[in-house]
């Protein structure tokens, strides 16, 4: 049963984007460094490490953990092991701003896929928080100028993010929807995040052994690469996915849909922080874009 958007719900869930703003700067950054899937098998390998002295166990033979083994391989799938490749993938062969672009299609996944698979109604209220809500992302992306959106170009690489953005919806929804078989280790965030890690190294651990055999797949370490994982590791993983698992089961998928749309805005603001531009107005009427559209799809979920 979903509580509503309480402020603990929305601390919940600003914190996922602003850590996944910071995951597509570092994993734009570190690109050259090594190959995305790659990539994503270290960074989780290191989460792992961090996680397992909190929830080893639920690795346990005995652990409730295991005769769920097919529902957890499908959260995985859907997360660690697909979306994060996608996206790492995709900040190889698009650009950033596209990337961010056609990752504003989350929240009408979101409602899309709760209507097709999981039977959920969607209002118009909602399609109207959408609309709105996208309305602040492409604000953001054109920096207050509508020639900088008409010349955007949607490459191959762009697919990538939709797929991801769907795989992101679909593990989004059956958080939403538990077991009651899995009441145990949901109760501790940290147990039911590392069962989806030990999935998600399998899915990873395959995704990369493909890259290295058919790709020219590439590691070149380094201090800067070293520090890069140890961030993405600590604050787009471990800090982020439990955030927004308890996020999610508090506001409900298609309200939370929304709040990853604040994602861009924070990757602007931080971008003006580290390079030094002061932020827009443009920044703040997006800011109030956003923030109405995911007030109004929550009305709904209210």
């Given at each position: 049963m979903h509580k509503g958007l309480t402020p603990t719900a929305i601390a919940l869930l600003v914190i996922p984007p602003l850590m996944w703003s910071g995951n597509a700067v570092v994993g734009r950054l570190v690109a050259p460094m090594v190959s995305p899937m790659t990539l994503n098998l270290l960074r989780w390998s290191i989460a792992l490490l961090l996680l397992l002295p909190l929830a080893g166990a639920v690795l346990r033979p005995g652990s409730s953990l295991w005769p769920q083994w097919r529902r957890f391989a499908w959260l995985s799938l859907f997360s660690i092991g697909g979306y994060n490749a996608l996206l790492y993938l995709a900040l190889n062969t698009s650009t950033a701003i596209n990337v961010t672009l056609v990752g504003a299609s989350t929240p009408v996944w979101m409602l899309l896929i709760g209507r097709l698979f999981f039977k959920v109604a969607v209002t118009r209220r909602q399609l109207l928080g959408a609309a709105l809500s996208m309305a602040g992302v492409v604000l953001v992306l054109g920096r207050g100028d509508w020639e900088v959106i008409t010349q955007l170009r949607l490459v191959p690489?762009?697919?990538?993010?939709?797929?991801?953005?769907?795989?992101?919806?679909?593990?989004?929804?059956?958080?939403?929807?538990?077991?009651?078989?899995?009441?145990?280790?949901?109760?501790?965030?940290?147990?039911?995040?590392?069962?989806?890690?030990?999935?998600?190294?399998?899915?990873?651990?395959?995704?990369?052994?493909?890259?290295?055999?058919?790709?020219?797949?590439?590691?070149?370490?380094?201090?800067?690469?070293?520090?890069?994982?140890?961030?993405?590791?600590?604050?787009?993983?471990?800090?982020?996915?439990?955030?927004?698992?308890?996020?999610?089961?508090?506001?409900?998928p298609a309200v939370a849909g929304f709040f990853i749309n604040l994602t861009p805005l924070f990757t602007a603001l931080l971008s003006s922080l580290f390079l030094g531009e002061p932020p827009r107005l443009y920044h703040g009427v997006a800011f109030v874009l956003i923030v109405t559209g995911i007030l109004l799809s929550s009305s709904k979920a209210r």
């Open positions: 690489g762009d697919l990538y993010v939709l797929l991801a953005s769907v795989a992101w919806a679909f593990y989004s929804w059956l958080l939403a929807h538990p077991t009651p078989e899995s009441a145990t280790i949901r109760a501790d965030w940290a147990q039911f995040l590392l069962g989806q890690m030990v999935f998600g190294l399998g899915w990873s651990a395959l995704f990369t052994a493909g890259e290295w055999a058919l790709t020219p797949a590439h590691i070149d370490w380094s201090w800067p690469l070293a520090a890069a994982l140890a961030f993405i590791a600590v604050g787009p993983a471990v800090i982020a996915y439990g955030s927004w698992g308890a996020g999610v089961s508090r506001a409900g």
